[in-house]
């Protein structure tokens, strides 16, 4: 028997020896190792994953990039791709804080000032932006509709008035929002108003060759302007050149007609004085009175 209670004990103490043993390696462990409680402060793990507990919120956050505020602004980044123009930007550009408005805290200290950028880019009579660029992301396509801007286009278009006054025509008294119609910087084709009164239309280029569109009544052409263009308004002038064997039908309307519409040179400006001032006097320089219409040089009557 007394065997047997010295085993018993000694198995216990054996027991008892590996029970402490495991506590202290499990404590060691759960020890924090090296360098470790830096890495949890500045919310990093061993593993790379995200810390848990408060480690959380020490961690540094980096700006958003802008495919990540796409995912939840994705009607705003559409915007801008599809028509934002020249704001095309990475967000944090304008964004430079961002998700930071509280109750109480002023709009503006979130949301930059368009002048941060543009300073006042019409002047001091339009510093309210948004009343007319109603979507900072899409500031052109975002305009307000033409009628609402008619009573301010010439606070920025001056010179188109100026040129508007300075020239009278029918397009004087026209207002902008006529022709500029449906959006702002909308251009309406001249045959809109104009079916093709002389010329078939190509394109407004074609027409403002001739006619500018603030001035149209002030025409001027390149010297390359070919008979046909002018033929559309005179008809029978350019058909007496047609059907004429005299040295002026060898020549282009604009040889004489130079640099702007309705300019009639004097015959001298080409032949100088061919016959004496004797025999010109009686006639008043009229050359006409002998050598007839310049067009074809038929005295009337005479065709």
Not at 31 to 52: M, R
Not at 173 to 178: K, P, T
Not at 197 to 226: E, K, V
């Amino acid at each position: 028997m007394k065997g047997t209670g010295n085993k018993w004990r000694m198995l216990l103490a054996i027991g008892f020896l590996i029970i402490i043993y495991g506590c202290v390696a499990a404590q060691e462990t759960r020890q924090p190792q090296p360098g470790a409680d830096k890495k949890a402060i500045a919310g990093e793990s061993e593993s790379g994953t995200e810390p848990t507990g408060a480690g959380i919120y020490q961690q540094k956050i980096k700006p958003l990039t802008t495919r990540q505020c796409a995912q939840c602004h994705y009607a705003v980044f559409s915007d801008i791709r599809d028509r934002g123009g020249r704001h095309q930007l990475s967000c944090t550009e304008c964004h430079e804080t961002f998700h930071t408005w509280k109750p109480g805290r002023e709009w503006s200290s979130v949301v930059p000032r368009c002048a941060t950028c543009h300073e006042l880019p019409h002047g001091p009579a339009f510093p309210e932006c948004l009343k007319c660029h109603t979507d900072p992301h899409a500031p052109i396509a975002g305009l307000v509709k033409a009628e609402a801007l008619a009573d301010d286009c010439i606070r920025c278009h001056a010179a188109q008035e100026n040129e508007l006054r300075r020239h009278k025509s029918a397009h004087t008294e026209v207002a902008c929002s006529e022709c500029h119609h449906d959006r702002h910087g909308y251009k309406p084709k001249c045959n809109e108003c104009h079916d093709e009164p002389h010329t078939p239309y190509t394109d407004n280029a074609g027409c403002q060759t001739c006619h500018p569109a603030h001035a149209p009544r002030n025409i001027t052409y390149p010297a390359t302007t070919p008979n046909q263009v002018c033929a559309g308004c005179h008809e029978e002038i350019a058909d007496k050149l047609a059907h004429s064997h005299r040295k002026h039908a060898t020549k282009p309307c604009v040889f004489c007609h130079v640099d702007r519409h309705g300019y009639v040179p004097h015959c001298t400006k080409c032949h100088s004085e061919p016959h004496s001032k004797k025999m010109l006097e009686p006639f008043k320089y009229n050359c006409k009175a002998c050598h007839g219409e310049p067009h074809n040089l038929i005295l009337p009557g005479h065709e």
